[in-house]
């Protein structure tokens, strides 16, 4: 199944890169859970976070999860990234969802800000599909954001029932059903679907860069300058109310 997702990143302001972007140059960050890699030659413009928590089989945890929110904070203001590729470091698996041996030692009010930091990860890389259905397997709902997206891909009833029943699903059965855009054969090196993902990253590559991007998005703004509702929202934040838009 194709678990290396993928995601053009548009990247509105100029902000100093990651310090070790190339691959060889993140021996210093070996031992990290994330780990980020810029590929050159043909390939500039593609990172892959790589995912290495062997021990939990790259299970959310917090250490985890703080990393993956760094890097992506990181990347969002890298001008270089145009298309980022998240792979896994351990063989076999991409990410078996949350660590529920970790969150069993957590408070009540830990558990609630750290889902709360979980939903936010989930929205930011928008591919919590598989993962989000994790949790029903030993019968806990969804808390990740899995009962809100997988409606929106799924439908409510199929969504229902698979999170009620906590159904595992081959990568040819989540393509079926859409949660995912590629299953391919797994090869003897185990790593089919990363090449899968590196290809499709090469393909967007190429289709829109950075400045042509900024300039779209500089047309598009112009648009909304001289807007009553521009003006509206800027003065219902100054005045803590929500703003009352009228479509001009």
């Not at 290396?4 to 890169?17: F, G, M, N, V, Y």
């Not at 890699?37 to 500039?44: F, S």
């Not at 929106?152 to 698979?162: D, P």
């Amino acid at each position: 199944m194709l678990r290396a997702l993928t995601s053009a990143l548009r990247l509105p302001s100029p902000r100093r890169p990651l310090e070790a972007r190339g691959c060889a140059a993140n021996l210093a960050a070996a031992n990290r859970e994330i780990q980020v890699c810029a590929l050159a030659g043909p390939d500039q413009g593609i990172t892959e976070i790589l995912m290495n928590r062997p021990s939990a089989r790259n299970a959310l945890g917090n250490v985890f999860v703080s990393e993956l929110l760094e890097a992506l904070a990181q990347l969002r203001e890298d001008r270089q990234v145009r298309v980022l590729i998240f792979r896994s470091g351990v063989k076999g698996v991409f990410c078996a969802g949350a660590d529920l041996k970790e969150r069993e030692q957590m408070s009540e009010a830990e558990v609630g800000v750290f889902v709360q930091r979980l939903r936010g990860l989930m929205n930011e890389i928008a591919s919590s599909a598989v993962m989000g259905l994790t949790e029903t397997t030993r019968g806990l709902l969804p808390g990740a954001g899995g009962t809100q997206r997988l409606p929106r891909c799924l439908g409510v009833a199929l969504a229902k029932e698979l999170i009620f029943t906590g159904r595992r699903l081959s990568g040819a059965q989540a393509q079926a059903l859409g949660l995912v855009n590629h299953a391919v054969a797994q090869n003897e090196e185990g790593n089919a679907a990363y090449h899968r993902a590196r290809a499709l990253a090469q393909e967007i590559l190429p289709q829109v860069d950075i400045a042509s991007g900024m300039a779209i998005e500089g047309i598009c703004y112009a648009q909304n300058i001289p807007t009553r509702d521009r003006l509206e929202g800027m003065a219902a934040f100054r005045e803590k109310r929500p703003p009352r838009f009228v479509g001009e």
